[in-house]
Structure formats: structure tokens, C-alpha cells
């Protein structure tokens, strides 16, 4: 079977210090991140273990995790798995980069946010052009507040083309329709975000090929399903796999609506679901509205 994991271990910390984050600029302590790395060498331990199913990895850290050593160590080990698929992590990208010549470019991947307030646009740039030196696969976006627009649209101008520059629409942000015009210029995929989904009683592929994982092992539908569904070290969560239902009543994070089926993001993303690429540029110009939004 292919099974799809979002990996999450305890690590909350971060090197920037975004308004909208309530991560930024915390600090783990020395414990704290030992018992991150172990939690991580665990998770990366079973995965090389279990050839028996395909399987894709999303790592969902709260804060940056490839400021540490051990989730670049992760990310090489488990692209070169011959039956990882994929292998792909949310980054602000202000880690070096060499080491990525280490990975199996076809299995890694990257989801890159730009923070305009912590780094350059210029230097945010140099990194970009360094991944793409690399011949590594990767996206990039930003968060929709309003102060981000004039840079979101300097940014789009600036990447190549073949780059997807995916934009979030801002926590507790709402939008009129004249504003929503103006980021969907950017990101013509930005209506899928400006909503909050209606998901409850709809299907959804989290539960039964995509889950979510804790650094203990803890295996849930999703990081918004807070109910446990087994546990990955003993097993027990492969009983609970099946196709369900969402029981929420609406869902407003890509991590989790990409996976919902009637949005149909899986086509729109064949193939970089994970690292929220579209299947190809040209497929950044569809203007399907949201089959079930708020």
C-alpha cells in the first residue's frame, strides 16, 4: 500500500520571529531538542524498516526544522529509501544548502515560505536560485496579509515561471472580493485558500491513506482530528485505516483540505501534493472555484 505521513515531533522552536506566528522566536530547551532528534531518528528508523509499503513523508515541524542537523540528516536517509516516494518539508529556507547535493533530488522535495519581515528579497532569491541550482523540487509562497502584497507581487516577478508561488490567506483575514482579485493575480489558485472549507460528513483521504504522526508515535487522521487512531511503533493504527468521513466542520489549512476529495487537488497537484506543486506551471491557471467552501 502507499501510505502518506505528516510527521510532527515535538520541536516548537524557530530562528524568525513572524507577527502572525505564535512560534517565533521561541527556544527549545537542550532537552527539548534531544528528545526531538531521538523522536525524529525513531520515526526515521521505522520508515526504513517497513519496505513492505510506499510511502511519502511530510514534515510539518512547528518551528524550522533544517536549522538542526538531524532533519537534514533525515531528509537525505529517507530520500535515498528505495521505497520512499517522497520526502518533503516546510522550511523558511535560512538553513545552508550544500547538503542537499546528498539527497536523491528525484524523492526530495521542498515547501519554501517567504517572510518578508525576516529576511531580504534579494537573499530569499540567492536561496531559490541555489535549490534550483541543485536541481531540487520546491515551491514557494507567502502569507496573505495585507503588507505582503506589494513584495508577493515583486516575487512573482522575479522567479522563473516554472516556480508555483502559492500564497495563504491570512488567519482570521477576510477578504472583499476586489482584494482577493489582487492575491489571486499572484496566486491563481489563491480562491482555494480564501475560504474556509465546508468539510464535515465529506470524504476525505486522511484516515485511511494519509495520517498524521507525533514524535511518540501517536498516529491521528490528521493534525486536526485531535482523536488517536493507534500508535505507529506498535502497529495498532493499520486496524483503524479506512475511508471516512470528515468530522469537522470546516477545514481551512492546505495540509488538511488538499486531501479532502471534492476540492479535486489531488489532480490539480498530481504528483506534489506534498510539496504543493502543481503538475505542471500551466496548471497554476486553472480557475475551478472551490467545489464546497464556507
Same mark, same amino acid.
Given at each position: 500500500m502507499h501510505l502518506t505521513m505528516l510527521y510532527r515531533g515535538p520541536l516548537a522552536s524557530c530562528d524568525y520571529d513572524c507577527a502572525y506566528c505564535p512560534f517565533a522566536k521561541r527556544r527549545d530547551s537542550t532537552q527539548q531538542l534531544r528528545a526531538d532528534r531521538a523522536a525524529l531518528q525513531r520515526f526515521t528508523g521505522w520508515v526504513g524498516e517497513n519496505t513492505?509499503?510506499?510511502?511519502?513523508?511530510?514534515?510539518?515541524?512547528?518551528?524550522?526544522?533544517?536549522?538542526?542537523?538531524?532533519?537534514?540528516?533525515?531528509?537525505?536517509?529517507?530520500?535515498?529509501?528505495?521505497?520512499?516516494?517522497?520526502?518533503? =518539508?516546510?522550511?523558511?529556507?535560512?538553513?545552508?544548502?550544500?547538503? =542537499?547535493?546528498?539527497?536523491?533530488?528525484?524523492?526530495?522535495?521542498?515547501?519554501?515560505?517567504?517572510?518578508?519581515?525576516?529576511?531580504?528579497?534579494?537573499?530569499?532569491?540567492?536561496?531559490?536560485?541555489?535549490?534550483?541550482?541543485?536541481?531540487?523540487?520546491?515551491?514557494?509562497?507567502?502569507?496573505?496579509?495585507?503588507?505582503?502584497?506589494t513584495g508577493a507581487r515583486d516575487l512573482r516577478e522575479a522567479l522563473p515561471d516554472s516556480i508555483y508561488l502559492w500564497v495563504n490567506a491570512a488567519d482570521g483575514h477576510s477578504y472583499t472580493d476586489e482584494q482577493a482579485a489582487e492575491w489571486q493575480a499572484v496566486d491563481p489558485l489563491f480562491h482555494y485558500s480564501r475560504h474556509a472549507h465546508v468539510s464535515k460528513g465529506q470524504p476525505c483521504r486522511t484516515g485511511d491513506t494519509v495520517i498524521s504522526v507525533l514524535g511518540d508515535g501517536t498516529v491521528r487522521r490528521c493534525h486536526f482530528v485531535p482523536q488517536t487512531i493507534g500508535n505507529l511503533y506498535d502497529d495498532s493504527f493499520r486496524a483503524a485505516l479506512k475511508p471516512r468521513p470528515c468530522p469537522l466542520s470546516t477545514?481551512?489549512?492546505? =495540509?488538511?483540505?488538499?486531501?479532502?476529495?471534492?476540492?479535486?487537488?489531488?489532480?490539480?497537484?498530481?504528483?506534489?501534493?506534498?510539496?504543493? =506543486?502543481?503538475?505542471?506551471?500551466?496548471?497554476?491557471?486553472?480557475?475551478?472555484?472551490?467545489?464546497i467552501e464556507g
Amino acid at each position: 500500500m502507499h501510505l502518506t505521513m505528516l510527521y510532527r515531533g515535538p520541536l516548537a522552536s524557530c530562528d524568525y520571529d513572524c507577527a502572525y506566528c505564535p512560534f517565533a522566536k521561541r527556544r527549545d530547551s537542550t532537552q527539548q531538542l534531544r528528545a526531538d532528534r531521538a523522536a525524529l531518528q525513531r520515526f526515521t528508523g521505522w520508515v526504513g524498516e517497513n519496505t513492505s509499503d510506499e510511502l511519502s513523508v511530510l514534515f510539518t515541524p512547528w518551528g524550522e526544522g533544517l536549522v538542526r542537523s538531524w532533519y537534514r540528516e533525515a531528509m537525505v536517509s529517507l530520500s535515498r529509501m528505495p521505497h520512499v516516494r517522497r520526502v518533503a =518539508i516546510q522550511t523558511n529556507l535560512s538553513c545552508r544548502l550544500t547538503w =542537499i547535493a546528498d539527497c536523491d533530488l528525484d524523492t526530495v522535495a521542498f515547501w519554501v515560505t517567504y517572510h518578508p519581515t525576516q529576511v531580504t528579497q534579494d537573499r530569499f532569491l540567492s536561496k531559490c536560485a541555489e535549490l534550483t541550482r541543485l536541481g531540487a523540487r520546491f515551491s514557494v509562497g507567502m502569507v496573505g496579509v495585507p503588507e505582503n502584497l506589494t513584495g508577493a507581487r515583486d516575487l512573482r516577478e522575479a522567479l522563473p515561471d516554472s516556480i508555483y508561488l502559492w500564497v495563504n490567506a491570512a488567519d482570521g483575514h477576510s477578504y472583499t472580493d476586489e482584494q482577493a482579485a489582487e492575491w489571486q493575480a499572484v496566486d491563481p489558485l489563491f480562491h482555494y485558500s480564501r475560504h474556509a472549507h465546508v468539510s464535515k460528513g465529506q470524504p476525505c483521504r486522511t484516515g485511511d491513506t494519509v495520517i498524521s504522526v507525533l514524535g511518540d508515535g501517536t498516529v491521528r487522521r490528521c493534525h486536526f482530528v485531535p482523536q488517536t487512531i493507534g500508535n505507529l511503533y506498535d502497529d495498532s493504527f493499520r486496524a483503524a485505516l479506512k475511508p471516512r468521513p470528515c468530522p469537522l466542520s470546516t477545514c481551512d489549512c492546505h =495540509i488538511g483540505y488538499v486531501h479532502l476529495e471534492p476540492t479535486g487537488l489531488y489532480d490539480v497537484f498530481t504528483g506534489g501534493v506534498l510539496e504543493r =506543486i502543481p503538475t505542471s506551471p500551466g496548471a497554476q491557471q486553472r480557475t475551478l472555484l472551490p467545489l464546497i467552501e464556507g
